[in-house]
């Protein structure tokens, strides 16, 4: 299905009666940025609570229950993304996950850490305090705001390689303007160039398909809590085989004593389980509805809003059409208009949540389209907008 159709009239009643039933977002609220944090469908909601609730009715006894049901979360997840339950980890969230090949790996002065300008903040954050820590060199890649195709990102990053590079970080999803990247073909450079490549996929586990075992990167993170619906602190860091005997675990405890999984470095004592026990729920969720038919219902969302854009006197859409290079994301600027104040006003006045940012200097909206959404919130978002330029 091309990005650019918008979904049935069969279609939009199963996600309008979805959305109505299955969740407990606030029927007066417009929830236009999921991006940062999705809300979790209502069995989700409600399987995390009556654990909760379960564990405290005994919780020595629960401890024992909820391992193998953390693991069979741990399983599900490795499906979802093309890999084995051992090779992933289960943590709190990307920025969490980040931190373990960041910590965990041996760096030496005068090497190289290769990232873009627009990595996400904790992310470039960390990557920073690294290279002055260990004495690294940053060279970032300067990524334009339109990307005309997926080897234009590779030749850009390409162009920065050097056989110092010691560390290869890209995102897989850029939260800025909700580009997607070639992952597998970005993998193959760092790997040529011996390189640690380490995949910022935030926003991309229930965006668009993932296939970890595939594409081979070194590590690989994600935020369950955004696109997945998942419950809130459920993130996922993917090892390769050859990068895990070179890691040490961020947490010292258990973690120390010999395991070849990747388990190991989801060690942290004694902690919440139960948003674990929500992880599996809300993959089942999303399975039982059907990802392809979550991904085309979504996609034509995206694209329908890129349409109704092109109404907008001197709106600029940063997101590719390309399926192969956007998902849910669509980011937009328009020429002359006080971007930050009109989200201010969407929020106070008509209760549309959107996100609005500078980003390389420009103004923009980024909006989410979700499977709660619909194409009457994209008409009501446009509307609003138009009557305040
Ligand atoms: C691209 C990207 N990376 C990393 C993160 C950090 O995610 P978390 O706050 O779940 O650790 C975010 C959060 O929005 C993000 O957008």
């Given amino acids: 299905m091309d990005t650019t159709q918008p979904p049935t009239q069969y279609d939009q009643a199963f996600w309008a009666a979805l959305r109505r039933d299955q969740f407990y977002l606030d029927p007066n609220v417009i929830f236009l940025q999921g991006g940062s944090v999705g809300p979790s469908p209502k ?3 409600d399987k995390v609570t009556s654990s909760i609730r379960a564990f405290d009715s005994d919780p020595l006894k629960h401890q024992g229950i909820f391992h193998p049901l953390v693991e069979e979360a741990r399983k599900k997840l490795a499906d979802f993304v093309g890999t084995r339950p051992e090779r992933l980890s289960l943590v709190q969230n990307t920025t969490m996950g980040m931190s373990v090949p960041a910590q965990g790996l041996l760096f030496n002065a005068g090497e190289e850490i290769v990232m873009t300008d627009q990595e996400y903040g904790a992310v470039s ?3 920073e305090y690294i290279a002055e820590r260990r004495g690294m060199t940053i060279k970032r890649v300067t990524l334009p705001l339109e990307i005309e195709n997926t080897e234009q990102i590779v030749r850009l990053y390409r162009e920065q390689m050097t056989d110092k590079t010691k560390v290869m970080v890209f995102a897989h999803v850029y939260w800025s303007t909700g580009l997607v990247t070639p992952v597998k073909e970005l993998t193959a450079l760092g790997r040529e160039h011996g390189a640690w490549v380490i995949v910022d996929g935030a926003h991309a586990v229930g965006m668009t398909p993932v296939a970890l075992d ?3 990167p070194h ?3 994600t935020s369950c809590h955004k ?10 860091l993917f090892v390769s085989d050859d990068a895990h005997e070179h890691v040490e675990p961020l947490i010292l405890g ?3 004593r010999p395991n070849p999984n990747a388990s190991r470095f989801d060690m942290m004592g004694t902690r919440d389980q139960t948003p674990f026990i929500g992880l599996g729920t809300a993959i089942d969720f999303q399975n039982e509805i059907g990802w392809d038919r979550i991904r085309d219902y979504c996609q034509g969302l995206a694209g329908y809003l890129k349409e109704r854009l092109k109404r907008i006197r001197g709106a600029k859409v940063f997101t590719p059409v390309d399926r192969d290079m956007s998902g849910f994301l669509t980011t937009f600027t328009i020429e002359g208009a006080d ?6 006003e969407l929020w106070d006045d008509e209760h549309i949540e959107t ?3 500078h980003i390389k200097d420009v103004p923009v909206f980024r909006i989410s389209t979700h499977f709660y959404n619909s194409l009457e919130d994209i008409d009501r978002l446009v509307r609003e907008i138009e009557k305040r330029l």
């Fill in 254 to 256: 258990g973690s120390v």
């Fill in 125 to 127: 954050m960390c990557w």
């Fill in 219 to 221: 590590f690989y993170i």
């Fill in 355 to 357: 996100v609005a940012f």
């Fill in 227 to 236: 696109w997945l619906l998942s419950a809130k602190g459920t993130g996922m």
């Fill in 339 to 344: 971007i930050i104040k009109i989200r201010q």
């Fill in 43 to 45: 069995p989700v909601v």
């Fill in 214 to 216: 595939d594409w081979n």
